[in-house]
């Protein structure tokens, strides 16, 4: 007996297994005959078209009387990808359909092992700059694969800002310029925070905004006439 602390795929009745009242359940809810919950059209809407149908009942009744159910389609994780030389990444597939398929084991291979490989759990190892097609293949006999496109290149070194300080008045925004070193390399996001946001914060492209110490003074102004007219009406 399949057993799970989640909600299984198939097992819509809650049983702990796939049945054949979990596919009359599926067929009853497709046509309306009992009303949907969001638990329940997580669990029986296996062939991810965002609803239950027959084609769920069906696939429900096949894996009851063991046929096998092979994969239709897979997700992967991403299509393109990015990774400095020495570094790892890991793939993987997000979702199969059907969701009850019996192997949903992958296997993974690459263009140029020279550049990088990639493992049977999808970890992703890289050698030497350059483009490089990792392909994952279903290896229940459907043949069917996936690509991801990687590219390798130089990590980043340093990395150099147009001005170190700023000022700026209440309400205006400066863009801030870098430079990295080298001029190619990858990976280039960067993570800003400030030391007082209510201040001036740098949002993901590095543009500051000024929100000024006087905005802060009408924000609390606020807030005590809002809380002073609570009061009153109390």
């Not at 027959?54 to 696939?59: G, K, N, P, V, Y």
């Amino acid at each position: 007996v399949m057993t799970s602390a989640a909600p299984m795929f198939g097992d819509v009745d809650n049983s702990g297994d796939i049945n054949s009242t979990d596919a009359l359940m599926i067929l009853q809810l497709s046509v309306g005959i009992k009303e949907k919950t969001d638990e329940i059209v997580y669990c029986g809407d296996l062939d991810i078209s965002g609803d239950v149908n027959s084609t769920d009942a069906l696939l429900v009744l096949k894996k009851t009387v063991h046929h096998e159910l092979k994969v239709s389609d897979f997700t992967l994780s991403t299509d393109e990808a990015s990774c400095v030389v020495g570094g790892s990444i890991r793939l993987e597939a997000v979702s199969f359909n059907p969701r009850i398929a019996d192997n949903t084991v992958l296997e993974w291979s690459s263009s140029d092992e020279k550049i990088a490989t990639v493992d049977a759990d999808g970890k992703v190892s890289t050698f030497a700059i350059g483009n490089v097609t990792l392909t994952a293949k279903t290896t229940d006999g459907s043949d069917i694969e996936k690509t991801v496109n990687l590219t390798v290149g130089k990590k980043v070194d340093s990395v150099k800002a147009e001005k170190t300080s700023v000022t700026l008045t209440q309400g205006s925004t400066y863009a801030q310029v870098l430079t990295f070193v080298p001029e190619d390399a990858i990976n280039r996001e960067m993570i800003w925070s400030s030391s007082n946001e209510s201040i001036a914060y740098a949002d993901e492209n590095g543009v500051i905004d000024d929100l000024g110490i006087d905005n802060i003074s009408q924000i609390k102004k606020k807030a005590a006439i809002a809380k002073a007219e609570a009061e009153k009406e109390i």
